[in-house]
Structure formats: structure tokens, C-alpha cells
């Protein structure tokens, strides 16, 4: 499969913006998919995680109560939606899919995705 984000930009802090990815190749109901950042100089970080069935979702305790990742498995979309944001979520988002089935923690952790896509930039300013 092949994910492609977009829809990041540049928000004042306190404001809300989705991004968006779009998945070729494949269809997502057969994947487990997350959302990960990565700031300028620091490591890629794991911001949301939906399963398959889109019944259960994970977050980052950074972003918990103010982002929510939902998917549209007819068309093929997994979202972000950011609100409340603040300057230090300024980073490239990106999206990830994987065929494995991952439970809890795991949905968190980078090395069990293995599809990738370009990042979108989120820019906050304060």
C-alpha cells in the first residue's frame, strides 16, 4: 500500500486542522494504521494509532483529549484531527500502515508499521 499525507499548514496556537491520508494499493480495512510526528532534530514520535476495525484507538498522552484519528474505509482516508494545538506540535506528521495486528502498547511502537508516507508539515505558531 501507499500513503500519501496531506493537509498540514500553519495554525496559531488554540486552533484546530486535519490532516489527511490517502492510501493507494490497498485497501485500509486490512490494516492497522497510526499517526507519528517528528520535530525538527528529535526522533519520530508516536501521536495516534486506530486498528482495522476502527473500533479501538490509541494515543499519546501528549495529544489525549485534544486529537482524534478516525479512518473512512470507503474512501480509502485515515484522519488526524488536531484541536487545542499548541507550539509543540509543530512536526512532519506521518501516516503508517501495517498488515500485522497489534494490541495496546504495541499500536505505538514504530518498528511494527512497515508502510510509510511522506510527511505533512504542522506548523503552530504561538
Known amino acids: 500500500v501507499q500513503l500519501q499525507a496531506y493537509g498540514g499548514g500553519l495554525v496559531q496556537a488554540g486552533g484546530s486542522l486535519r490532516v489527511s491520508c490517502a492510501a493507494s494499493?490497498?485497501?485500509?480495512?486490512?490494516?492497522?494504521m497510526a499517526w507519528f510526528r517528528q520535530a525538527p532534530g528529535k526522533e519520530r514520535d508516536f501521536v495516534a494509532a486506530g486498528r482495522r476495525s476502527g473500533s479501538s484507538t490509541r494515543y499519546a498522552d501528549s495529544v489525549k483529549g485534544r486529537f482524534t484519528i478516525s479512518r473512512d474505509n470507503a474512501k480509502n482516508m485515515l484522519y488526524l484531527q488536531m484541536d487545542t494545538l499548541k507550539p509543540e506540535d509543530t512536526a512532519l506528521y506521518y501516516c503508517t500502515a501495517d498488515t500485522g495486528y497489534c494490541t495496546g502498547y504495541e499500536c505505538s511502537i514504530l518498528q511494527n508499521y512497515k508502510f510509510w508516507g511522506q510527511g505533512t508539515l504542522v506548523t503552530v505558531s504561538s
Open positions: 494499493g490497498g485497501t485500509i480495512n486490512n490494516y492497522d
